[in-house]
């Protein structure tokens, strides 16, 4: 879930330099988000939810048996393969087309 919320965080990162508003990025969840911004997030953790890996049973007996940490999900997402070089993902996330509906 880490991984997950520094994903969104740079999705709303993202948003503010797109529309050109400064914000405080230690108080980014202290600012009334836009409709806009929203869809984005939205979006983004549908498309998340949609990845391939998360249904593939195969995986979840071999990748994903153990709990795994925080690092290890960062270099799933980053790289799109398992720190042993199992691949996981057919490719790392883009956060770009992660928001693209």
Do not use: H
């Amino acid at each position: 879930m880490g991984v997950i919320f520094q994903y969104a965080r740079l999705v709303i990162e993202q948003y503010y330099a797109w529309t050109g508003k400064m914000v405080d990025k230690e108080r980014l969840l202290q600012y009334r988000m836009s409709d806009d911004l929203w869809d984005r997030l939205g979006t983004f953790l549908r498309n998340l939810a949609k990845l391939p890996c998360w249904i593939d049973r195969q995986l979840s007996t071999t990748v994903f048996g153990a709990k795994q940490n925080r690092d290890y999900w960062m270099t799933v997402f980053n790289t799109g393969k398992s720190p042993s070089g199992v691949p996981v993902l057919a490719q790392p996330i883009d956060l770009n087309r992660m928001i693209q509906k």
